[in-house]
């Protein structure tokens, strides 16, 4: 029998590449299309870069570079936090404003493809694995 972690690590890799494929046709990669899912979701399409790390659960550095690229591609911007003027708050432009439909779309269709092939009971128990695996 295969090793679970296995399988999921392959399923994590079919998912990634189904949405790098989708984020293509849309001129950005498949990271840059789950954070402006995730910005487009938030108060004035707003976060925090801590906000952007906790979501991902990915490192400062990586946020930074991340946010860096997707500045200068247009598809952020970095405005001073009203509350905390050292802070810096990551802001959807226009440009990644219009993808948010198209976006949101294919993330819906996706999930209401999977979840076709599954119970609800099925899907509770896989919420309950992966939240296992993800907690560690």
């Avoid at 990634?16 to 984020?23: G, S, T, V, W």
């Avoid at 219009?98 to 209401?112: F, G, P, R, T, W």
């Amino acid at each position: 029998m295969e090793p679970i972690k296995k399988l999921v690590k392959q399923a994590t890799t079919q998912i990634e590449r189904e949405r790098d494929h989708f984020a293509a046709s849309l001129n950005i990669t498949g990271t840059q299309m789950s954070v402006i899912d995730f910005l487009s979701n938030m108060l004035n399409y707003t976060a925090s870069q801590n906000e952007i790390e906790q979501e991902f659960d990915i490192r400062r550095s990586t946020t930074t570079i991340m946010v860096q690229r997707m500045e200068k591609r247009g598809l952020v911007e970095r405005i001073a936090s009203p509350d905390d003027k050292r802070q810096k708050l990551v802001k959807l432009t226009q440009k990644a404003q219009a993808l948010v439909q198209k976006i949101h779309e294919y993330m819906k269709q996706d999930d209401l493809k999977l979840r076709a092939n599954f119970t609800d009971e099925e899907l509770e128990i896989t919420r309950k694995v992966l939240n296992v695996i993800k907690n560690g």
